[in-house]
């Protein structure tokens, strides 16, 4: 660990192999949540800004409002294919993240940005072909002076994100899956796709509706 408690860059915790963060690239966001009990997603207001799907180990970010020192570091303490996540203690008309900075993010190969607050220069990341969400876009910049912090469990858009945890975001939104969680998760996620399969292939040979709706309506007294 670097600096005292509020402006500090804390050590990642141990990665999680490659290949299974891979495994969680191109599964639905709401497959996810629904997997981990409806929980774990971040809230509407997070919103995909450049149209790109991530999936990677998060980086966290705790910022003072209107100022990015800490994401400028944490773009260099990111490994390929990590996803800088940011807390902005709910400042939304200072962006922490802009062009300049998605050509240092693209030229580092990281996986993307979640920012709770805003971000500026959309359409520019969107060309440098970099996922990025955020809950505002504002033309508005900010300081670069601290304090802040980097790799410590964070709040973003409603929900915890500890570093090192799998971030997955789509245009659905995004959800966040506990690194101590990860396996647990796929095998989770794997039987309700399973389910969806089969409820699908009912569909298809003419099962339109599901009975229990029907006997969830008449044991409630809505229908005899």
Same mark, same amino acid.
């Given at each position: 660990?670097?600096?005292k408690l509020g402006f500090r860059i804390l050590p990642s ?7 299974? $963060? ?6 639905? #966001?709401?497959?996810? !949540? ?18 790109? +799907?991530? /999936?990677?180990l998060a980086v966290t970010v705790n910022c003072r409002p ?16 990590? $996803?800088?996540?940011?807390? +902005? %203690? ?11 900075? /998605?050509? +240092? ?9 979640? $920012?709770?607050?805003?971000? &500026?220069?959309?359409?520019? =990341? ?7 969400? #955020?809950?505002?876009? /504002?033309?508005?910049? /900010? ?5 802040? *912090? ?5 709040? %973003?858009?409603? +929900? ?5 945890? =799998? ?12 690194? #101590? ?12 796709? *399973? ?5 699908? !292939? ?10 229990? =709706?029907?006997?969830?309506? &008449?044991?409630?007294?809505? =229908?005899?």
């Amino acid at each position: 660990m670097t600096g005292k408690l509020g402006f500090r860059i804390l050590p990642s915790p141990p990665r999680l192999s490659r290949d299974l $963060v891979e495994r969680f690239r191109g599964l639905a #966001s709401t497959n996810l !949540a629904d997997a981990m009990g409806r929980f774990n997603f971040m809230d509407p207001g997070i919103q995909a800004r450049s149209g790109l +799907t991530l /999936c990677g180990l998060a980086v966290t970010v705790n910022c003072r409002p209107a100022d990015n020192l800490m994401v400028h570091k944490a773009l260099q303490v990111a490994e390929p294919g990590d $996803v800088v996540v940011v807390s +902005t %203690c709910g400042n939304v008309t200072s962006a922490v993240f802009g062009e300049l900075m /998605c050509h +240092t993010a693209v030229a580092a190969r990281l996986g993307g940005v979640v $920012v709770d607050g805003a971000i &500026r220069d959309v359409e520019g =990341i969107a060309r440098l072909g970099l996922p990025a969400f #955020s809950r505002a876009v /504002c033309p508005g910049g /900010c300081d670069k002076d601290g304090p802040g *912090e980097i790799n410590v469990p964070i709040g %973003c858009g409603g +929900t915890v994100v500890s570093p090192g945890d =799998i971030v997955v975001g789509d245009r659905d939104g995004v959800v966040v899956v506990a690194r #101590s969680t990860a396996e647990e998760v796929l095998d989770l996620v794997g039987q309700l796709m *399973e389910r969806e399969r089969a409820r699908i !292939a009912e569909i298809e040979a003419g099962g339109l509706f599901k009975p229990e =709706i029907d006997a969830s309506l &008449r044991k409630k007294g809505v =229908i005899d």
